[in-house]
């Protein structure tokens, strides 16, 4: 763990292993957050929740320069990953803060814009986070968030001890406290949280590689005793993490297979 955080909502269930952390690092606003750059104007204040290693944060202050970014982030392992990025970088209208997104309090001068990106299906109260978002924007302020939703994804080949390795790994964001079907659900928490003008829309991420989310997800089905006491609480029998383990890692290992994972995205007004 990085700086691990004592979360006041859900258990953070992706953790902080450094494979997690490199493939949330390749991530940039073109890649990931193409649905919200359209709302993007250069003066604008923006608040990024849940901002990990800032690589999206960073390149959405180079959007709104001479405008602001703050990141926000509940790990301080993160925020100093995001603190270094940005200094190698030269970006400098941007700033990194430790703390969740429910403890966050309005400022002097509130937000045009707020992000927030593989998040929400970690939290396990996202309504009441993102009532606290909306007390942070200004009125008419806008909202982009996007979460995944594992009803959409297309995994091939996809034997059944694949799927029963992926329920498991889903079993673990539930009994965390996140969702599975948040991205679904982002619509119907953006209007419960009070915005308005709600749009939703949906796309597939393909993994080039099929070792770096396979690798993350065997390594984080293995530790699941460990960090969860996924066997200890009867969510899986002694031995099963290591066999499921086994079989993402021969799957990832086909240059032929499919990791489509179904992002969807939502915009809203305050
Ligand atoms: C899956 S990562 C996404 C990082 C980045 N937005 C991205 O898409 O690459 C989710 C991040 O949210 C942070 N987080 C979890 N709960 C939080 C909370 N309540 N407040 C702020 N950050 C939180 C985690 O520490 C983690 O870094």
Redesign the pocket.
Same mark, same amino acid.
């Given at each position: 763990m990085n700086g691990a955080?004592q /979360?006041?909502?859900a258990r953070?269930t992706?953790g902080?292993s450094a494979n997690a952390a490199a493939f949330?690092s390749s991530?940039t606003a073109e890649s990931?957050a193409g649905f919200f750059l359209p709302y993007l104007r250069p003066g604008m204040r923006v608040l990024?929740?849940?901002?990990?290693?800032g690589?999206?944060t960073l390149d959405l202050a180079r959007r709104v320069h001479p405008g602001f970014v703050t990141g926000?982030?509940? /790990?301080a392992g993160?925020i100093a990953l995001a603190e270094a990025a940005a200094i190698y970088q030269g970006v400098a209208n941007v700033l990194f803060r430790s703390?969740?997104?429910?403890q966050m309090t309005p400022e002097d001068e509130p937000y045009d814009a707020a992000f927030?990106?593989?998040?929400l299906e970690?939290?396990a109260d996202p309504v009441a986070?993102l009532r606290r978002v909306r007390s942070l924007l200004k009125p008419g302020g806008v909202i982009g968030v996007c979460s995944p939703d594992w009803r959409g994804f297309l995994v091939a080949p996809a034997p059944p001890v694949l799927t029963e390795a992926l329920a498991f790994y889903q079993r673990l964001q539930r009994e965390n406290g996140g969702s599975v079907d948040a991205g679904g659900r982002l619509g119907e928490w953006l209007e419960q949280a009070g915005f308005s003008n709600v749009r939703m829309a949906a796309r597939y991420e393909c993994y080039a590689d099929l070792r770096l989310i396979g690798e993350y997800l065997a390594q984080r089905i293995e530790q699941a005793e460990a960090i969860d006491g996924a066997v200890t609480k009867g969510w899986i029998d002694p031995g099963d993490p290591q066999r499921l383990a086994q079989a993402l890692r021969m799957w990832q290992r086909q240059p032929s297979g499919l990791f489509a994972q179904a992002w969807v995205s939502a915009v809203g007004w305050a």
């Open positions: 955080p /979360a006041n909502t953070y992706p902080y949330m991530r990931h990024d929740c849940g901002c990990g290693p690589t999206i926000v982030d509940i /790990a993160q703390c969740s997104i429910e927030s990106h593989a998040l970690h939290l986070s």
